[in-house]
């Protein structure tokens, strides 16, 4: 087993990202799970695509690792519901496949895969590719949140803008009438 670095979530444990790993085999389930939250991430498990929405829709997931293949309903439709789904939508995804399974990998990218994960593949490189996506994630919510923010902001502006010339508008009404009555006394 090789040393894990320490994470940059050690500190605040309760702050650290969660990962939901997805995957139908219990061993290798339990394998992804302990290398994973050895990495410094709090970790949620399901062993299908019904139990991994139920859970991503229970807790607060910061991103999806999950198998390609699996019985009834694989990562490819998992992917496809996780981007149809407007609350979760921006969630990053890995889909982990076998090394010869191009096709899969191409399909799992049409329906917003953000990687593909071939096997056999090294748990350091994994966790490196986790906390890059997490950190970009993390930029993308807080661009979306300033942005309605703005928008927001923009309304409220818009609408005290409209109330102002309305104001003005009866000001200029108000100014004619006294005008006018000035004029016939």
Same mark, same amino acid.
């Given at each position: 087993?090789?040393?894990?670095?320490?994470?940059?979530?050690?500190?605040?444990?309760?702050?650290?990202?969660?990962?939901?790993?997805?995957?139908?085999?219990?061993?290798?389930?339990?394998?992804?799970?302990?290398?994973?939250?050895?990495?410094?991430?709090?970790?949620?498990?399901?062993?299908?695509?019904?139990?991994?929405?139920?859970?991503?829709?229970?807790?607060? =997931? $910061?991103?999806?690792? !999950?198998?390609?293949?699996?019985?009834?309903?694989?990562?490819?439709?998992? *992917? %496809?519901? /996780?981007?149809?789904?407007?609350?979760?939508?921006?969630?990053?995804?890995?889909?982990?496949?076998?090394?010869?399974?191009?096709?899969?990998?191409?399909?799992?990218?049409?329906?917003?895969?953000?990687?593909?994960?071939?096997?056999?593949?090294?748990?350091?490189?994994?966790?490196?590719?986790?906390?890059?996506? =997490? $950190?970009?994630?993390? !930029?993308?919510?807080?661009?979306?949140?300033?942005?309605?923010?703005?928008? *927001? %902001?923009? /309304?409220?502006?818009?609408?005290?803008?409209?109330?102002?010339?309305?104001?003005?508008?009866?000001?200029?009404?108000?100014?004619?009438?006294?005008?006018?009555?000035?004029?016939?006394?």
């Amino acid at each position: 087993m090789t040393p894990t670095t320490a994470s940059p979530f050690d500190s605040a444990r309760d702050e650290a990202p969660r990962i939901l790993v997805v995957q139908p085999d219990q061993t290798y389930l339990g394998v992804l799970s302990r290398r994973i939250g050895e990495g410094g991430y709090r970790v949620a498990t399901a062993d299908s695509v019904a139990s991994a929405m139920a859970e991503l829709h229970r807790l607060p =997931i $910061d991103l999806i690792l !999950s198998e390609l293949r699996m019985p009834k309903i694989g990562g490819i439709e998992l *992917a %496809r519901m /996780v981007r149809e789904d407007p609350i979760h939508r921006h969630t990053p995804i890995f889909l982990i496949t076998g090394k010869s399974d191009a096709e899969g990998a191409v399909q799992a990218y049409k329906c917003g895969a953000d990687t593909v994960i071939a096997k056999p593949f090294d748990f350091d490189v994994l966790l490196a590719r986790i906390a890059r996506e =997490i $950190d970009r994630s993390r !930029s993308l919510n807080k661009l979306l949140h300033d942005n309605a923010t703005l928008d *927001a %902001r923009v /309304v409220g502006r818009a609408i005290e803008l409209g109330e102002m010339r309305e104001r003005w508008l009866e000001s200029q009404a108000e100014l004619r009438r006294l005008q006018q009555a000035v004029r016939q006394d």
